[in-house]
């Protein structure tokens, strides 16, 4: 008995030693192989894709890729396609985003009083967020055909002639814009709606002993109080306005010419039609260096929004 009683100390204070250390670093450990995984799978595509870049290639099995250096990055600022669908990018994203968190604001407020079927309403919002973005697009084809479509029969009915929406250069990208605000002012809606459920009611109830409007109190107040969650909104949606394909895609696939060639459009034409797979990976490094820019511009002003608060 008196041989055992050593291994049991040693065994016991083996695990008290473990045990804290353990339950001190768990909720770094349990979630460190899904952390590690998801990493990989961000990390190893991107460094793949900054290599392609500095090389020309045509995605052919028999020749290997040729280093070039910057040459594939030089060359796309000679471009005018690439500057094009630069600007183009930046208009889309800003005019859409733009009008969904205006509009967004504007239907929470409306939202945020309490009517009959409020729940019906706000189900009914997440409609045009959850149907496939390539379905909307297809859709909203229908809808703009020049013969048949729903828009043109609403000119029509009020007297003003009928419009080759995605067929005309200069009315494409505004069309294209429309369904973009269309299916994701919803989104704006739900988050600055669920930002006013938080708002303190102490500024408001001081208000209103002190005489102020309707107005005073939402620029006075409410705005104020929401920067946060409209920076977190605008963020969501701007990253995700950057990004849009699938609806450009499937409506003009960049047409007519390149009067909706976005960058994502351009880079795929570049990668998957001509086969210069070193300046495709050029202008998605670009792109991801514009988005990360951009994001990190943005958490910023949203930092400084809330710890002002």
Not at 178 to 190: A, G, K, N, Q, Y
Not at 234 to 249: E, N, Q, V
Request: with cysteine; charged share 15%.
């Amino acid at each position: 008995m008196q041989s055992i009683q050593p291994v049991r100390i040693i065994k016991e204070k083996t695990k008290k030693s473990t045990t804290p250390l353990m339950e001190k670093n768990m909720k770094w450990i349990l979630p460190m192989p899904a952390v590690i995984f998801v990493g990989l799978m961000m990390v190893m595509p991107v460094c793949y894709t900054l290599w392609l870049s500095f090389h020309e290639w045509s995605m052919s099995n028999t020749q290997e890729p040729v280093w070039v250096a910057l040459q594939n990055y030089t060359e796309l600022f000679q471009d005018k396609t690439f500057l094009k669908s630069l600007w183009l990018m930046f208009y889309f994203t800003i005019v859409a985003v733009s009008a969904q968190t205006v509009l967004g604001v504007l239907l929470a407020l409306l939202m945020n009083k309490h009517f009959v079927g409020k729940g019906l309403v706000k189900t009914l919002f997440l409609l045009p967020m959850v149907a496939t973005p390539v379905a909307v697009g297809l859709v909203w084809v229908l809808i703009y055909e020049p013969n048949i479509g729903v828009a043109n029969e609403f000119l029509r009915a009020f007297g003003f002639p009928a419009q080759e929406w995605l067929a005309s250069e200069k009315l494409v990208l505004p069309s294209l814009i429309f369904i973009d605000i269309w299916e994701w002012t919803p989104m704006v809606t739900l988050i600055v709606l669920a930002g006013l459920t938080t708002l303190p009611k102490d500024p408001y109830e001081a208000a209103l002993i002190d005489g102020a409007n309707k107005f005073q109190v939402f620029w006075n107040i409410t705005l104020p109080l929401l920067k946060p969650t409209l920076y977190s909104a605008i963020l969501l949606r701007m990253i995700d306005a950057l990004k849009t394909f699938d609806i450009i895609y499937a409506t003009t696939q960049g047409g007519p010419g390149t009067s909706s060639q976005t960058m994502n459009i351009y880079g795929y034409v570049l990668g998957f039609q001509y086969f210069k797979i070193g300046q495709a990976s050029a202008l998605l490094m670009i792109f991801f260096m514009i988005v990360l820019s951009i994001s990190i511009f943005t958490i910023l002003i949203r930092n400084k929004a809330g710890a002002s608060l």
